[in-house]
């Protein structure tokens, strides 16, 4: 299966996001993808300005993100995973990652388990953190987890999703730039990808604030394709499950646990 990875720059105009994702959407499948995936905030960058005036924004961009995204999925044939701010009414918005089937039907949505309250930031402070592990999807036979950005440094996470069979875990991220975090965004997705032997579909914003090298990592941890960090772009790899298969069969790290984990899983 082909899958495309897409690192953009989102700002406060969900229209001129909206346009970004058409446009990346048309490319990815000009080029053959069956799945893309966005980035975190893909919908709309939760700047200062915007946090105050969320409620009011999400009513009418949330409904729209979410048809957009079923119109390009059944236009293109094409499976789309993108994240957004998604109205909570008992509180603050959930940080959403929508999963959409080339059909337009919706595969899943996962809320952000872990807020990003680390390095002197409080997404907390605005976001509703999920309670719910991430799902997983299939798209084309292939098993899909979901994780969002900060959930990258919670490796207990993507073992539950190994635990369910995933081949490929797609990671939707606005990686806040800083001192030595390029270096931490570089060793964790490799990571993940090495400790579950499975492909990684790491995909992140680029702006002032945000560090961009998404990239696209087989489960070896092998770099296949890969962005800076300050340009919009794709790249593009073809899932190989033989691959998958091989490189489970010379690390069978899996099989050779002897400490299980326990998950509630509703």
């Not at 489970?248 to 646990?257: G, H, K, S, V």
Request: proline residues 6%; contains cysteine; glycine residues 8%.
């Amino acid at each position: 299966m082909r899958v495309a990875v897409v690192q953009t720059s989102p700002g406060i105009d969900p229209d001129a996001n909206f346009a970004t994702i058409r446009r990346f959407t048309a490319e990815a499948s000009e080029q053959g993808a069956r799945l893309v995936v966005f980035p975190e905030e893909a919908m709309l960058l939760a700047d200062d300005g915007i946090k105050p005036r969320m409620p009011e924004i999400l009513s009418d961009a949330w409904p729209r993100f979410e048809a957009l995204l079923r119109d390009l999925a059944r236009e293109h044939r094409i499976a789309l995973i993108a994240g957004g701010y998604e109205p909570n009414p008992e509180g603050q918005p959930f940080n959403t990652i929508l999963a959409v089937g080339a059909d337009g039907g919706e595969l899943a949505r996962y809320h952000k388990m872990h807020t990003y309250d680390a390095f002197a930031y409080q997404e907390s402070a605005y976001v509703t953190p999920g309670a719910l592990l991430p799902p997983v999807v299939d798209v084309e036979g292939i098993r899909v987890g979901i994780a969002n950005c900060y959930d990258v440094r919670f490796p207990e996470l993507f073992r539950s999703l190994a635990d369910r069979g995933v081949d490929v875990i797609s990671l939707s991220a606005a990686w806040v730039s800083g001192k030595g975090k390029e270096e931490h965004w570089s060793v964790l997705t490799r990571a993940r990808a090495i400790e579950n032997v499975s492909w990684l579909l790491a995909s992140g914003t680029v702006g002032p604030d945000s560090a961009g090298l998404s990239r696209i990592i087989d489960p070896l941890g092998i770099v296949v394709a890969g962005l800076n960090a300050h340009d919009e772009g794709l790249v593009i790899a073809d899932i190989d499950p033989e691959r998958t298969r091989s490189a489970r069969a010379m690390l069978p790290a899996l099989e050779n646990r002897r400490i299980e984990l326990a998950y509630s899983v509703n």
